[in-house]
Nanobody, 120 residues
């Protein structure tokens, strides 16, 4: 049974930093595409970042501010978020899919989400 458990969200002032964690069980993060998505109130869920076998991709809105990393020994992925803006406020979700699913494949595995609130 696959489980993705996010943690690290909270309230931070604009310009601050947070690090989100996604601890995985039931799958090996190095063998899956691991991604972060977010959903702000009243908006659709949007892509934030993902890591495949070797390549990390970021949404333009977070490029240069957010860094995705993976710790294979801990079977955990992280999202380091710096220079946070009020528009980064959202629930952040960790997701996983088989690398073979490709770029257009859907993510069958999701965490429960963690709230990030950035005050101005």
């Amino acid at each position: 049974q696959v489980q993705l458990v996010e943690s690290g969200g909270g309230l931070v002032q604009a310009g601050g930093s947070l690090r989100l964690s996604c601890a995985a069980s039931g799958l090996t993060v190095s063998s899956y595409t691991m991604a972060w998505f977010r959903q702000a109130p009243g908006k659709e869920r949007e892509f934030v970042a993902r890591v495949g076998r070797f390549v990390i991709t970021y949404a333009d809105s977070v490029k240069g501010r957010f860094t995705l990393s993976r710790d294979n020994a801990k079977n955990t992925v992280y999202l380091q978020m710096n220079s946070l803006k009020p528009e980064d406020t959202a629930i952040y979700y960790c997701a996983a899919k088989a690398i073979a699913a490709g770029t257009l494949g859907t993510y069958p595995y999701w965490g429960q989400g963690t709230q990030v609130t950035v005050s101005s």
